[in-house]
Structures are given as C-alpha cells and as structure tokens.
C-alpha cells in the first residue's frame, strides 16, 4: 500500500456577528457579501447555524438564511450548520429543506444538533421542553430520515417536498453522545471544536468506532469546525483577535457583550496574550504560514476530510480578508492509504 495525501477541502462556518454599533440587518448583509466572496475563492461549503435569543449572533432562521445564501452564489454548497432538531417538528425541517433541495438540486446541506441553541427562557418560546423531550433525539433523526423516503407500506408522503429532494443530512455535535448516533445511522459528522476543542478527538473516535457503511455513506466522513483568525502578520492577527478575547473574557465574567473593537479592546487591556486568563483556547491565530500547520496537526490527529472555518472579527473586511489569506496560502493535507 502507497499512503498519498489528498487536498483536505475548507469551508465556512458564519454566525452572522453582530458586533457592537451594529444590529442584526448590518450582520446579515454581511454575511451574504462574505458568503458570495468565498464562493468565488473556492470554499466548499457555506454553513449558519441556529442561535435564538443571543445579542451577537443574527442567525436565528438558518433556512431562511440558507435560501438568500443559495441565491446568490453560484457553486458553493450552502446548508444549516446546524438546525437543532429538538426546537422544531421534525416534518417542517423535512418541508423546508426538502424545498431548498428542490430549489438548488445538488447544493443544500442539512446539519443536525441537539442543543437548544439559546438560553432555555427563549427556547422555550420556540418549543416547549415538554415537545422537545418528548422522543429521544435519536429518535427524531430517524423521524426525520424518513420523511424523506416514501412509506413503501402504504405508499405515503408525509412530507410532499422532501421526497425525492434529500439534502446532504450530517450530524452535529462537541462529544460522544452525538458521534455515536452518526455512526450509528451511517451519516456524516461534524465535530464542533470550536466550542469544546478538548473533546474532538474522542468524539471523533467514538463516531469511527460507530460507524455502520451505508449506501449513501459507505465510509466515514468527518468535518471539523474551527475558530480561525488570519491576518498578514502574526503581530495584526494577534491585534485583532483582542476583540475575541475581550468577548470571551466578559462572558466568563458573566457579563457577555457584543464583539467590540480591537481599539476597544486594547483600551481594556486585552491585547497583552500572556495574560492566561484571556487565552483563546482552541482558536488559531496568526499568519498564514503560522496557523496553517497548527489547523494541518488538527487534520493530522483527526482524519478529517474537511476543515469549517469560523472567523468572527469585528470589521467585516477584515473577516473577508481572513478568508481571503487562507485560501490563497491552503496547502492541508489529509494521509490517507491506496
């Protein structure tokens, strides 16, 4: 056997920030004009997730949100990263992206999570616990799975749109419990290590352990989400992910605010990264050529087939800029064998 190594695709992950002086129209158009310009530098996949009841964030409707996207890019895949199941019954996610399926054939992806994507006073305006507790989450994937085929029994459609319109369907999650049912189902898994970098390497494990060959997915396949901030020199990169740290630190204050600005930031004293307390745990921060082997040994320890980047920064060209240095320096790799 001759181990070779293939190109590891990079794709996007965009909350759509909402950063201080900002409100949540600015946040989205943002998001649209970030997402047109990755899609003409080559990135595979364009993700938003659902977030409900948080000041920072404006994707709160990922369909809806997935739909604009779609509309106008033109190659890039563009899908949910993730819809969190338990809000929501599992026929309308069928219906809506079953018709997003149908309306961009080939280029819609469905991401599926279990967290409640907020503060539970505000989920619960979404759903209610009781309903989103009512089936095990296992049990509402499979729910949803199959409202994508036709019941071959009695020759059903609960869902009109979704038949025959089934979108790429991965599992998201930062642990176990979630890599398992990937597995379990044979679906694709997504590993957040941007939320909990400390566990991505054993959820990724337990997903290969899990993992039952089907014929939509006769091998593993494994993306990982990471926080990345490039700029044209370690020195500004570090400048302005002092907005980040600033951010990060205040919520663990328990005093969350919207992303500031790196001017704002320095004027509190968060620029100086030796500062233990406001580390960026798990964020990759530099150049170029100083976070591409740091994201190259995450790919290295992981396998994985493709790398979600996230890069929240508070000036929107900067975040396009970001971008635009990592494509044109990417050279990752994964190993693999023939």
Avoid at 225 to 236: L, M, N, T, W
Avoid at 254 to 265: E, F, H, M, V, W
């Amino acid at each position: 056997m001759v181990e070779h190594r293939r190109e590891v695709r990079i794709s996007v992950l965009d909350t759509a920030p909402v950063t201080q002086g900002s409100n949540a129209r600015m946040a989205l158009r943002n998001s649209v004009e970030l997402a047109q310009l990755v899609d003409d530098l080559g990135y595979y996949r364009y993700w938003v997730p659902e977030h409900h009841g948080m000041a920072g964030v404006a994707c709160a409707a990922p369909a809806v949100v997935v739909e604009r996207v779609a509309s106008v890019t033109r190659r890039i895949r563009v899908g949910a990263g993730g819809v969190m199941l338990p809000n929501h019954a599992p026929i309308v996610v069928a219906e809506q992206f079953g018709t997003l399926e149908a309306f961009h054939p080939g280029r819609i992806d469905l991401g599926l999570g279990r967290a409640l994507g907020g503060p539970r006073e505000i989920t619960d305006l979404v759903r209610s616990e009781h309903d989103r507790t009512a089936e095990s989450f296992e049990d509402q994937v499979r729910a949803l799975l199959a409202l994508f085929e036709v019941d071959r029994a009695g020759g059903r459609v609960a869902a009109v749109p979704a038949v025959g319109n089934r979108p790429e369907i991965w599992m998201l999650g930062s642990g176990d419990h979630t890599a398992r049912i990937a597995g379990s189902l044979a679906l694709p898994f997504a590993a957040a290590h941007h939320l909990k970098p400390s566990s991505t390497i054993d959820a990724v494990r337990s997903y290969l352990q899990t993992f039952q060959p089907s014929s939509l997915c006769p091998a593993p396949r494994i993306v990982i989400s990471v926080a990345v901030i490039v700029a044209d020199s370690d020195e500004q990169a570090q400048w302005l992910a002092g907005s980040l740290r600033m951010k990060v630190a205040r919520r663990r204050q328990g005093r969350p605010i919207q992303l500031p600005s790196p001017q704002t930031a320095e004027a509190h004293g968060y620029m100086d990264i030796r500062n233990t307390d406001d580390k960026l745990t798990g964020v990759f921060v530099g150049c170029a050529a100083t976070v591409l082997p740091q994201l190259q040994a995450l790919v290295d320890a992981t396998g994985a087939d493709e790398l979600l980047i996230k890069t929240d920064l508070y000036d929107p060209s900067d975040r396009r800029r970001s971008y635009e240095l990592l494509m044109e320096s990417h050279s990752l790799r994964r190993a693999s064998e023939r």
